[in-house]
């Protein structure tokens, strides 16, 4: 069975442009998470999408938005890049329920110039 | 969410059992351990998750004190593989707050 899959793998942007990151969820699994890792940190939570509700957000500003598909997957939305939004990105898909552990992807490096 | 600290980095013996403490003294009574860890460059993987009792999987075992404050991952034989930052996590949703983690570092 496939794991999870991110699009696209690596990213380059100006600061002030827009990006979309894409990611598809394991099979059966209708929750979709989002990360950011800044290197050398540990990955920080974003956004938690269930059945295309959201169902948690960290502490990040308006610039980061995000949805889910009917299909489950899901899209990250960060507009008005900075340099500070270079990191990895990372999608985790899980199956519905309490304490379930979470599929991780590769991630979406991107770099901000 | 509880906080959890965790010491910044280990060492351990190739063949030898590797011990990772986690403190975690305000979790709550629903609140879960959760244990991931993160080879370089790579998306983080599951390990092993508990509530209160221990847990013992393929890869890992996890011990939890009886007052749930802390806990310890153990890796009954560590191999250089296991190489990895390892991080303790304290949820009880489905959305994980890693800290900084240990980084573990197998030595031949």
């Known amino acids: 069975d496939a794991g999870v899959t991110q699009s696209p793998t690596h990213l380059i942007k100006t600061r002030g442009q827009q990006v979309t990151l894409r990611c598809s969820p394991i099979s059966g699994h209708k929750s979709v998470s989002w990360y950011q890792q800044v290197l050398g940190q540990g990955p920080q939570f974003i956004f938690q999408y269930y059945e295309k509700e959201e169902r948690g957000r960290g502490n990040f500003p308006d610039r980061f938005s995000a949805r889910q598909f009917p299909n489950y997957s899901s899209e990250l939305n960060v507009n008005a890049l900075l340099l500070g939004d270079s990191a990895l990105y990372l999608c985790?898909?899980?199956?519905?329920?309490?304490?379930?552990?979470?599929?991780f992807g590769p991630g979406t490096r991107l770099t901000v110039l | 969410d509880a906080k959890t600290t965790q010491p910044p980095s280990m060492d351990c013996a190739e063949g030898r059992a590797a011990n990772l403490p986690c403190n975690h003294s305000?979790?709550?009574?629903?609140?879960?351990v959760y244990w991931y860890r993160q080879i370089h460059s790579q998306g983080p993987q599951y390990i092993i998750h508990g509530l209160k009792n221990n847990e013992t999987n393929e890869m890992a075992s996890l011990i939890i004190t009886e007052d749930r404050k802390s806990s310890t991952l153990i890796l009954p034989h560590a191999t250089l593989r296991d190489t990895a930052v390892y991080y303790c996590?304290?949820?009880?949703?489905?959305?994980?707050?890693f800290g900084a983690g240990t980084r573990l570092t197998v030595k031949p």
């Open positions: 985790a898909s899980s199956s519905p329920g309490l304490a379930v552990e979470q599929f």
């Open positions: 996590i304290v949820t009880r949703v489905n959305d994980m707050r």
């Open positions: 305000t979790i709550s009574g629903n609140e879960y």
